[in-house]
């Protein structure tokens, strides 16, 4: 080419490389600069957006994107951006302002104002609970996170401790929160070690009723102890829940944004590997499991610990007979690790289901029109529920080894007290009221961790699954950067450079593109041009850097915006008005020059323009042709935008959430799935016998301890066959619970998927796909592995801590003086929790939501993010969305400890007042046997009314997941698949004709109908055309056709059956469908064509064969050629004419064509128009016209505007009528384009 061509192929035609050249500007990619200025601003910026500051405008700065400048100078000059965005110095000179309140008047949390004394307390939420007690709480009332609890803030320090060394991802996450490990650490210490006493206090206190007191009121002393050491526990018991509980949510904040952020960095084919709904599985599940794990953290050595005391203490009570207790501790212990490794093969196995189900259902929901369309969604329905049972196969085998481990660990204090005691008699070792409950007393001690120890191992197994599949996404190869996006201030002559590129979308030898050399001038057009399947938007997609260059060098400055253009299109005849053509087939560049010079240079340019005279069978189409060609580049480019409005546009729906106290709504709902109600009485009954027999095994030994009657062996073996007993109900009760857990789990599911797959498309207009993800992952996860065992976990622990209540107050009736009030104000404050918890899990649920749509946004736009460069602006609302959704998590486990540390001072208020009443008794009122028995029940008070209280606030928060789910499996639903009493014939319809009469659409009843008065008559195998202005009613009337939204007056009547009487699966899977944006599946080419399989390879491979598609499908692997999510992995084209393929397949006698053609070239459109011209020769197509030369062919044209019938005749009689509205059209269209300059 000449000196003055914009465009030029190989070396002769290379300006100086631009790394030739020096940066005027260009941010560095160094560790210090990004983590000291540039995260932070994330987390300042996050936050400002928030408060009543004036919005900054966006920051032009990419902290991740930094080359080749001085540190001094970068920091400098991302400072300066910052610092000078609108508002936002202001802001964050104005700490007062920008920690106090946002705009919707939110103030930021008590919490981080509070004093030391309150923070010890929790009285720093008494103003959130009372709030929440008189009226329910809304989001605007949830205080504001403090910035080191933000997302931003979090992220900022795990970047800048992964950069720091070369720590694992997992050590860097600690070195994040090691100063709050220690601190939550001492007081998991602190607690182990105030729990100890209360076994030591009470071998004293035995003592003293035994006579023995050391000095006078030592009794009144202890009583007192009991309440000194019961509250120290109970204070460093909740600070140690809640600090390690803030920092869980500090830690699912943060992965969240990487996980986000991460997203945002990966190449297409990644989604391959981690499709959208697994990477909506890592956030919203994964992220969830990882930041539970803090919360068990400190049970792994503090378990060791306590049973490390507890033994102690038996030593100093029986002796030498501890070792039996030894004994079954480690046996226990070994017998379980087997079933630990089997929940961690189950766990593993359960997870890859999940994924897989919830891949399969999330592309289900995206692509619900085209499922209601093509009538599959019994099929896709079918796929998920099979997945579905996978996936309950492997719960089932998950909670079947947990509840198999936790008989083992509940069982085990029964097992170490008959051992030890068996021991006793063998060695002789004297059992006596003293040292017998005192080593009950001891027992509980024991008792505690090991009834921990399979929640611990299942929080470790789930968070080391989770975590390990959050590292190896974050771990994914990136999106490169430092081979393209260089910054420039000032614009360059070439702003887009390709030297001897190779360009592969899954970095493989086999390169999409090859050999590429491409220069252009600045400011010029260029089109981009070549059959379906040549690389043309391959080649524009390297030049975004969305595919990964393998060799050469590619370099695009900064300057492109409105200076330089490139078009990727199969519309040929508009090509002279471009500076330059890029002629692309199978992947490379065959030629690039001016549109005259191809002509004459090119053979295969002339063939393809010459392929173009096919296409038009009117007069004067090929004049129209152009204009309308013109106007098509217009509007891909962004010029002018006149897509048809569906009617379904409309406002998205608030969220809707319930409000205030619904009783036992929810929980009825859960009981109420397959045999639930039985399930869960038979396990409060086999609770009950299993607590029966506790109490019944004490009472034996308090009653026959000191009855020289009965010998020491009968004592044990009596106390043996009670405990035997127990054991057996206890096995039941886990098993009862997994089979509760399964069976409700499956119904609420099969409800939520029926619901959802019939419901009519206005839901899902109105409602964001991240609404129901969050609800198919998030919520059914909770309800699938903690709604059952909590439920469980809280009937046992409510009746433990009701029987020993009882136990209390019948041997010293006095107590209940105390035990009343303290009864009231328990059951007082308990109200007052409820009422703000429940909403506090509500909004965050609802947050949860809102996190999920965002991020599903950011996937499928992911491009456009990038294209823009708009990351930053994505990331930025996310954190402020993580932080939102946080907030409320926060302040819900905050209410938990507030409420849990109130009840355990309370209890401990009880039994210092039962042990002084027993001071106020004359000395031998009672044994000292029923002493020991009596106040070992009140020392475990304090952790039954903590396990109880804990479960039943727990399952009161996660019943909020069935309250979710059941908002959406009671959704109006279309009409019925099929009818019973109007079976249609197998071959209807056979003519194809379609009467319309006085045809009435309406979305919703307060809406004006969107078509009224429609009635006209299309004959069968007549090629209907419809066109009208943007918003006329052209979708709408296809809709109708096919029922996504039902006529709200006059009848559609298809070869005489009126469509409303019609089975709506029938209606849909005997009319076809080739949509304007094709839609692929992930799977196999053959199942995208015939997933239902009701066709053979040949007969697939003959429509394969029209379609032009047959030797590339053969080229890569026939019918089993994959198809990633969304058919990324096949260009645009060829996805369309999959969908045609689908057509041909299915042959209807009635066809409808949304614009189909607008994705293939003119040649393979020549191929298209004449098979559909002879596969459909007697069927009838209807044309939905964006572009009016795909309809000048027509039999007749039919014109809608304002939702009217204006015109229904042949084309050329209405372009020859006076004052027609379809001739007004084309004048319309040529105007816009002239006023273009096209």
């Not at 030391?116 to 996170?145: A, C, H, I, Q, S």
């Not at 450079?497 to 086999?510: L, P, T």
């Not at 011209?1173 to 197509?1181: H, L, M, P, Q």
Request: hydrophobic content about 45%.
């Amino acid at each position: 080419m000449g000196g003055g061509t914009p465009l030029g192929i190989g070396p002769a035609h290379s300006p100086p490389f631009p790394d030739q050249l020096l940066p005027h500007h260009v941010l560095p990619n160094c560790p210090g600069i990004r983590q000291r200025v540039g995260l932070p601003l994330f987390a300042a910026t996050a936050r400002h957006r928030r408060l009543r500051h004036p919005s900054p405008r966006p920051l032009v700065f990419s902290p991740w994107e930094c080359d080749g400048v001085p540190r001094h100078r970068a920091a400098a000059s991302i400072a300066v951006q910052a610092y000078k965005a609108a508002g936002l110095h202001n802001a964050l000179n104005n700490e007062a302002s920008l920690d106090s309140f946002d705009s919707d008047g939110r103030a930021q949390s008590h919490f981080f104002r509070a004093g030391f004394f309150g923070k010890m307390t929790f009285l720093w939420m008494n103003p959130l609970v009372e709030k929440g007690y008189k009226r329910p709480l809304e989001e605007k009332d949830v205080p504001l996170l403090g910035v080191e609890d933000e997302a931003g803030t979090q992220y900022s320090m795990f970047i800048e401790r992964t950069n720091a060394g070369k720590s694992s991802l997992f050590w860097a996450i600690v070195s994040c929160y090691k100063r709050e490990i220690v601190v939550s650490g001492f007081f998991a210490l602190l607690k182990i070690l105030t729990l100890s006493a209360g076994p030591l206090l009470l071998k004293e206190f035995i003592n003293v009723s035994s006579g023995k007191e050391a000095f006078r009121n030592e009794g009144v002393l202890i009583a007192l102890g009991f309440l000194v050491s019961k509250s120290l526990e109970s204070i460093s018991q909740r600070q140690w829940y809640f600090r390690t509980r803030r920092v869980g949510i500090q830690v699912r904040s943060l992965l969240s944004a990487a996980i986000y952020q991460k997203q945002q960095k990966l190449p297409c084919f990644a989604n391959v590997k981690h499709s959208s709904g697994e990477i909506m599985n890592y956030l919203m599940v994964d992220a969830t499991r990882v930041g539970e794990f803090p919360f068990w953290f400190h049970r792994t050595w503090t378990t060791g610990l306590q049973l490390g005391i507890a033994l102690t203490v038996l030593y100093n009570t029986v002796g030498s007979a501890t070792i039996a207790s030894v004994f079954v501790i480690v046996l226990t212990v070994l017998v379980n690790g087997p079933l630990v490794k089997y929940q961690q093969n189950c766990h593993n196995k359960l997870t890859k289901a999940q994924d897989l189900r919830l891949k399969v259902m999330s592309e289900s929901l995206v692509n619900m029109k085209i499922l209601k369309l093509y009538a599959w969604e019994l099929h896709f329905k079918g796929v998920i529920e099979r997945l579905r049972e996978l996936e309950l196969k492997w719960l089932s085998a998950f909670q079947l080894g947990k509840a198999y481990t936790s008989v083992f660990f509940w069982a085990s204090p029964a097992l170490v007290s008959a051992a030890t005691f068996i021991a006793c008699y063998f060695l002789g070792v004297s059992l006596d009221p003293s040292n017998v409950f005192t080593f009950v007393a001891a027992q509980r001690l024991v008792q505690d961790p090991i009834n921990h120890i399979p929640n611990v191992i299942g929080s470790v197994i789930q968070a080391r699954a989770a975590f390990s599949r959050i590292s190896e996404f974050l771990g994914a190869p990136e999106l490169p950067k430092d081979q393209i996006w260089m910054e420039y201030c000032a614009p360059d002559q070439y702003p887009i450079v390709i030297k001897s590129g190779c360009f592969s979308w899954d970095s493989s030898e086999n390169s999409n593109l090859s050999s590429i050399n491409l220069v252009v001038k600045e400011g010029t057009k260029v089109a981009i041009c070549g059959e379906v399947g040549s690389g043309k938007s391959t080649l524009l997609a390297a030049i975004l850097g969305e595919v990964p260059r393998t060799e050469g060098m590619e370099y695009v400055m900064g300057a492109l915006s409105d200076k330089t253009v490139l078009l990727v299109t199969h519309q040929v005849e508009f090509l002279h008005a471009f500076d330059s053509v890029v002629l692309m087939s199978h992947g490379q560049i065959m030629h690039a020059a001016s549109y005259q010079e191809l002509l004459v240079a090119s053979k295969e340019f002339q063939d393809l323009v010459n392929a173009h005279k096919g296409t038009a069978d009117y007069p004067n189409v090929s004049t129209i042709a152009y204009k309308e060609s013109m106007r098509q580049i217009i509007r891909e480019t962004g010029v002018i935008h006149d897509r048809g409005k569906d009617g379904f546009d409309q406002l998205i729906r608030k969220e809707e959430r319930e409000i205030g106290d619904i009783g036992l709504k929810p929980y009825l709902v859960y009981l109420g799935q397959n045999k639930g109600y039985i399930y869960a009485t038979l396990v409060a009954v086999t609770n009950t016998f299993f607590t029966c027999g506790q109490v019944s095994q004490n009472s034996w030994l308090a009653a026959n301890v000191q009855n020289p009657n009965v010998s020491t062996l009968n004592l044990v073996l009596v106390y043996i066959a009670i405990g035997s007993c127990s054991i057996i109900f206890l096995l039941f009760r886990a098993l009862l619970t997994v089979d509760l857990n399964i069976e409700s789990s499956r119904s609420l599911f099969s409800q939520l998927l029926s619901a959802l797959f019939y419901a009519p498309m206005s839901f899902y207009h109105a409602t964001p796909l991240g609404r129901i993800l969050s609800r198919v992952s998030s919520d059914l996860g909770i309800i699938d592995l903690d709604v059952p065992l909590t439920l469980s976990f809280s009937i046992s622990a409510t009746l433990n801590a009701c029987i020993n209540l009882g136990v209390l107050c019948f041997f010293t009736w006095q107590v209940l003086f105390v035990a009343a009030p303290v009864i009231f104000m328990s059951v007082r404050l308990q109200r007052y929790y409820l009422a703000s918890s429940k909403e506090l899990m509500r909004i965050n649920g609802t947050t949860k939501s809102l996190v999920a749509n965002h991020l599903g946004e950011s996937i499928s736009g992911a491009v456009t993010i990038r294209a823009f460069k708009q990351e930053n602006h994505f990331f930025t609302k996310m954190l402020e969305l993580i932080d939102n959704n946080a907030s409320p998590s926060f302040h819900c486990f905050a209410a938990t400890e507030w409420l849990t540390q109130r009840l355990e001072i309370m209890s401990a208020t009880i039994l210092s007042s039962s042990a002084f009443i027993f001071t106020l008794l004359p000395l031998g009122t009672f044994n000292s046997g029923v002493v020991g028995m009596v106040l070992s029940y009140g020392l475990s008070l304090n952790m039954l009314f903590l396990f109880s209280i804990q479960n039943q606030c727990s399952l009161a928060n996660q019943i909020i997941s069935v309250e979710r789910l059941n908002q959406y499996m009671h959704i109006a639903s279309e009409a019925l698949g099929m009818v019973e009493d109007n079976q249609l014939p197998a071959n209807w319809p056979s003519v194809g004709k379609i009467e319309l009469h006085d045809l009435e659409i309406q979305y919703n009843q307060e809406s004006s109908p969107v078509l009224h008065g429609i009635t006209c008559t299309i004959e069968g195998g007549e090629k209907i055309g419809i066109v009208g202005r943007t918003g006329s009613g052209k979708t709408t009337l296809i809709n109708a056709i096919f029922r996504l939204v039902e006529p709200s007056g006059g009848t559609i009547i298809i070869d005489g059956q009126d469509i409303t009487a019609v089975g709506l699966h029938d209606l849909r899977s005997r009319i076809c469908l080739i949509p304007q944006d094709p839609v692929l599946f992930h799977g196999s080419i053959r199942y995208n064509l015939d997933p239902q399989g009701y066709f053979s390879d040949e007969q697939i491979l003959e429509v394969l064969d029209k379609c032009q598609l047959v030797e590339v499908v053969r080229e890569k692997q026939g019918l089993d050629s994959p198809v990633v999510e969304g058919g990324s992995n096949w260009s645009t084209g060829q996805r369309q004419l999959l969908c045609l393929g689908r057509a041909l397949l299915r042959k209807s006698r009635i066809l409808i064509l949304d614009e189909a053609t607008s994705s293939i070239d003119n040649a393979t459109d020549v191929i298209i128009q004449k098979i559909i011209r002879t596969e459909f020769k007697d069927s009838t197509v209807i044309t939905i016209a964006h572009r009016i030369p795909t309809v000048m062919d027509c039999s007749k044209i039919l014109v809608i505007n304002d939702g009217k019938m204006v015109e229904y005749d042949r084309p050329q009689k209405l372009l020859e009528t006076e004052g027609s509205l379809f001739k007004g059209l084309l004048n319309e269209y040529s105007l816009l384009l002239s006023k273009a300059g096209l």
